[in-house]
């Protein structure tokens, strides 16, 4: 059966950003993120995370150090009893051209090979204009996550929130096929 997916942005969206971040005791989710991501997981969500770690390819951390974060971040997520249905990082610097760094699709496409995904009713969440853009090329509905304290415009997603369980009943809406 095709299932609807969360994908959500890591930096600024699931936990807070520190910059080029290899540091797991550093790792801290965003208010709410992992209560929302619960309830969407019951709704019937796929949470997929889909995030930009050039600091790979810039040379600043390794991707053991990145794996560990991620580590930290899924037992973050377990005291919530969120489980991630995938996790897609694009290691490459800007430099290299890759197709999977935002706003390119790739690491959407992966998630599609991956995973039986009705795009139609499936959702991209995150701070950035990149994570819109991404979303809106790939037709998916987007929201976006303007933090407390963000200095960020509003890049006219579909949804603008300031914490994720504000996105909940547009969500819901999304999931119905509203
Ligand atoms: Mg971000
Ligand atoms: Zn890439």
Known sequence: MMKPAIFID???????NVPYLSDPEKVVLTPGAGETLALLANAG???IVITNQSGIGRGYFNVEQLNAVHDKLRQLLSSFKVVLDGLYYCP????????????????????????RIDLTRSIMVGDS????????NFGLHT???????????????????????????FALACLKGQ
């Open 10 to 16: 890591r930096d600024d969206t699931l936990i807070y």
């Open 45 to 47: 969500f796929l949470i």
């Open 92 to 115: 490459h610097a800007p430099t290299q051209e890759c197709n999977c760094r935002k706003p390119k699709t790739g690491m959407l496409e992966q998630a599609c090979h991956d995973h």
């Open 129 to 136: 204009l990149q994570d819109i853009q991404m979303g809106r």
């Open 143 to 169: 929201v976006q996550l303007r933090l407390e304290g963000s200095d960020k415009e509003d890049f006219q997603a579909d949804f603008l929130v300031s914490s994720l369980p504000e996105m909940v009943d």
